[in-house]
């Protein structure tokens, strides 16, 4: 990557924000960065989605453009194909614009719009070349707004959009999932609301979820969306440190702890870590899974499942919600074509802790806790693991092991095609309520 300063494409600033109070920091924040000579900001307004139409937003410091685009499939992915995409390539090709401001629908989530900036091909674009808007644009900063008086609550809930009155009704997503995913996304974070008289703790312990949560990101603390003004969201974006993600998606490969999160407790809350070297026995760990849905704010990371032993299993929860997929194969079931096109640095970290039956097959998973016993998840995931006679089925009978009742043995992906995906076909695990989820 290019240091800013070196990088030539027009930079964008990614503000999203929940509903409410964090809907309202989001706004007068675009007010503000509006006023900025060269900025353009853009809104597209998903409430009549499911009609088929989105409200479209252009605004600068000297004019303002509204239009109403009517979507055939009137989904997410559409939008962002048809208009977001193209226009992006289009502002960034005009002399006048500097920078440009994306204002998020909470019905888009940062991480799939950055995912398909870089990777979507746009085409048909008069005297531009077909190719991706990371072509012509960078993101600069990805900031994201909440409540800090109701953020934690939605993200350790169970609630579903469409609950919430927020999305259709086909649309599984919960607001944990897009509450965790706007945070856990974001380069800088404002939490709005006043400091309440006798709130202290609950600030602290939001304070302690977001530094294990995202540790690079610079939190500012603000009482009134009114207050926001250009000086202080520039400032915000000022202190987002070099190394940080602006935009990139990880994959299930990279490092867990990033920005070295502190290990200790604090307020309660704490980052586990849990890593093993034998595979879980699947119908063990679809019991021990219903430890991380009370008091648990988020968990992801790589499981080794015994009946699935070319497979790595991808876990990833928010709340009272948890999601379970294939991240791709084991190095150490890979032909050695695709050894050689597997990621070099996912190679070298796998050669450290290499073990000769199992090559790179192990399990690591990062749980943050806000209300639960550490100890507790703990030992039911070690329960979940296979014991010694089992390990020997594993090494010796695999055939045998295959026969097991595996609840992930086959993975859910969605049929119709999208750029909201993290290219993990999902498989839908049911919460204590016994929805899916």
């Known amino acids: 990557m290019l240091p800013p300063e070196a990088d030539r494409r027009t930079p964008v600033v990614v503000l999203a924000g929940f509903a409410g109070l964090a809907a309202a920091g989001m706004d007068h924040a675009a007010t503000a960065l509006c006023d900025e000579p060269g900025t353009v900001v853009v809104h597209h307004d998903l409430g009549q989605l499911r009609e088929g139409i989105v409200h479209r937003t252009v605004r600068s410091a000297t004019y303002e453009t509204s239009d109403v685009l009517e979507l055939a499939h009137g989904c997410v992915s559409c939008t962002l194909r048809i208009d977001l995409l193209p226009l992006l390539r289009t502002l960034a090709a005009r ?184 595979p879980f026995h699947p119908g063990r760990l679809h019991e021990a899974l219903d430890v991380l849905f009370d008091g648990v704010v988020t968990a992801r990371g790589r499981m080794w499942l015994a009946t699935q032993p070319d497979e790595v299993a991808w876990l990833e929860s928010a709340g009272g919600g948890l999601r379970v997929g294939s991240a791709g194969r084991w190095l150490a079931a890979m032909s050695e074509a695709e050894l050689a096109q597997a990621d070099p640095d996912r190679r070298a970290m796998a050669a450290l802790r290499w073990d000769d039956q199992f090559g790179d097959r192990d399990i690591s998973l990062v749980i943050l806790v806000h209300d639960a016993d550490p100890t507790e998840i703990r030992e039911a995931l070690h ?55």
């Open 95 to 278: 002399d006048s614009v500097d920078r440009i401001v994306l204002a998020l629908d909470p019905a888009f989530e940062a991480e799939a719009v950055c995912h398909a900036i870089e990777h979507v091909v746009v085409e048909g674009i008069l005297g531009r070349v077909d190719g991706p808007a990371g072509r012509d644009v960078r993101i600069e900063a990805v900031l994201t707004f909440l409540d800090a008086g109701a953020w934690l609550a939605d993200a350790t809930g169970e609630e579903t959009l469409a609950e919430r009155g927020l999305a259709r009704a086909d649309d599984e997503r919960t607001v944990a999932q897009l509450a965790v995913g706007q945070v856990e996304f974001a380069d800088a974070v404002m939490a709005l609301g006043p400091a309440e008289p006798g709130a202290e703790a609950d600030r602290g312990k939001l304070a302690a979820v977001l530094t294990r949560l995202v540790p690079d990101a610079p939190v500012a603390w603000v009482d009134e969306p009114h207050t926001i003004t250009t000086d202080r969201v520039e400032a915000l974006l000022a202190l987002v440190p070099a190394h940080a993600r602006r935009g990139r998606v990880f994959d299930a490969h990279a490092p867990l702890l990033r920005g070295q999160p502190p290990l200790t407790s604090d307020y309660g809350v704490t980052l586990l870590e849990f890593a093993a070297s034998r």
């Open 383 to 437: 329960w979940a693991l296979v014991e010694d006679d089992e390990l020997r089925l594993v090494e010796r009978a695999p055939e045998r092991v295959a026969q097991w009742e595996d609840p992930f043995g086959s993975w859910h992906a969605d049929p119709c095609e999208t750029t909201e995906a993290t290219n993990l076909p999902i498989e839908d695990v049911k919460g204590p309520r016994g929805e899916a989820k």
